[in-house]
């Protein structure tokens, strides 16, 4: 019987798998290019200060034992 | 020596946050920045420009100084105070091609007793409708550690830096991005100065102190969690959450609150941050003998601790963005000021400067005040 489950939950997250492959090409972004205008304005920006923040986390690196995992890969919002 | 915390200007200073179907902005900034706590006194300049190059190019450059003065606890303990300085440049790369953007970067940091090269590259995708980009990265760090009083010491110091980072847009005013990050560390990752102390009875302090010893191998993992929301009276609020955890057994948690409020030609940003850590394996305060572990540490550091941050920034647009160009080529700049108050409590750290029996030390207590004003230029 746990056996069975075990094929069944397989099956279940196989097709899943395929389904979410298959549907990211159909994938509609929901929020459109023209309602952007909020996160494009300036106070949204991740890093508006880029030479500011690599001070401040130098700073931090050297006043603690933990270091990294705060965005310096970054990333955008494609809003421009 | 104060070679920590390099890795965030080598990815930082190469990379920013930017977006992977768009070039940065141009622009230029001129900062002063001054640490003052604890005995020390850092200042010194940075100047950053980036500039386009054709519709695919963008190139980066950015000089950065530190001129050190130190009396730290460390320093007043076991050492002489000091004068030091540090200069590092770094040159970076942008290269945009349909929704991908790669990225390269190299940073070089120097001071007379250590010198690191670090090298950088990294790519970022545009996906659903550019409401997702997907960012890889990989860093390298070359460093060499040398020591004033010895000449003849050199010790090379290996990095590898592997990060994954994605920014999600969720709605129309939430934005929020995950970045993992894991740093594996080969070589010596002492410091040649500093020393760990042990109970001696045979001195009239009742303590002794030796040469700290680390492990030459550490790997940390760390993911970082921020989204930020655009508020309905136009201002925004950011949260932050960070994990981190490595191979020395320190695990900390980090998180932030900031909020940001412009008014006419001002923007006021307000944040207050909380760090916690518990403490490497190999750090003591006080060995109970010399030699006690194979592996000793004393750096505070790397002691269990908790830290506080509240930040006031105010900037100032003297040349908006009217469509029209200031000096021929200055779309917008602006002034911004900032300070951040930062408070360190030491839960097993001793002020040996304190009058008291070893052992019975008072714990110590950091303050520092870090202060920054530059000048962006974005044409």
Not at chain 2, 154 to 167: A, F, H, N, S, W
Not at chain 2, 275 to 283: K, M, P, V
Request: net charge negative.
């Amino acid at each position: 019987m746990a056996k069975k489950i075990s094929r069944i939950s397989r099956l279940l997250l196989a097709a899943l798998v395929v389904a979410g492959l298959s549907g990211c090409g159909n994938i509609e972004p929901w929020v459109k290019p023209y309602e952007r205008d909020q996160l494009a304005d300036p106070i949204m920006a991740l890093d508006g200060d880029p030479v500011s923040t690599a001070y401040i986390q130098h700073v931090y690196e050297a006043r603690e034992g933990a270091k990294g995992g705060e965005g310096a890969v970054g990333g955008g919002c494609g809003c421009n | 020596m104060i070679r920590r915390g390099l890795i965030s200007v080598i990815l930082l200073l190469s990379f920013g946050a930017s977006h992977a179907g768009v070039l940065p902005d141009d622009r230029a900034d001129v900062l002063y920045h001054l640490y003052d706590g604890g005995g020390v006194e850092i200042d010194g300049p940075s100047v950053l420009v980036r500039k386009k190059a054709g519709k695919s190019m963008s190139f980066v450059g950015n000089y950065y100084v530190d001129m050190i003065s130190s009396a730290s606890i460390d320093v007043i303990t076991t050492a002489s105070p000091y004068t030091e300085e540090r200069t590092q440049w770094s040159l970076g790369m942008d290269y945009l091609r349909g929704n991908t953007t790669m990225r390269v970067g190299y940073t070089n940091s120097v001071e007379s007793d250590f010198n690191a090269n670090s090298y950088a590259f990294s790519v970022s995708q545009d996906m659903f409708g550019d409401l997702t980009t997907l960012t890889l990265s990989y860093g390298l760090g070359d460093d060499l550690v040398r020591s004033s009083v010895d000449e003849n010491f050199e010790e090379p110091l290996d990095r590898q830096i592997y990060g994954l980072g994605i920014t999600q847009i969720l709605t129309k005013n939430l934005i929020s991005t995950i970045n993992v990050e894991t740093v594996t560390e080969e070589g010596y990752l002492n410091n040649p100065y500093r020393v760990v102390r042990y109970a001696d009875p045979l001195s009239a302090t009742g303590y002794s102190f030796e040469p700290e010893l680390y492990p030459n191998t550490r790997t940390s993992n760390a993911v970082g969690l921020r989204a930020r929301y655009f508020l309905p009276y136009r201002a925004a609020i950011e949260g932050e959450y960070r994990y981190f955890t490595d191979t020395w057994n320190i695990e900390s948690h980090t998180a932030a609150l900031t909020y940001i409020h412009p008014w006419r030609d001002w923007t006021f940003t307000g944040k207050f941050r909380y760090y916690d850590q518990t403490g490497a394996h190999f750090y003591r305060d006080l060995f109970a003998r010399a030699q006690e572990t194979n592996f000793r540490g004393r750096d505070k550091e790397l002691s269990p601790l908790t830290s506080y941050t509240l930040k006031l920034q105010a900037a100032y647009e003297f040349i908006s963005d009217d469509g029209t160009k200031a000096w021929g080529f200055v779309k917008r700049a602006k002034v911004t000021a900032s300070l951040n108050v930062l408070s360190v409590d030491y839960h097993d750290f001793s002020d040996l400067t304190a009058q008291a029996p070893v052992g019975e030390e008072p714990l110590y207590q950091l303050d520092a005040n870090i202060f920054q004003i530059y000048v962006s230029f974005f044409y």
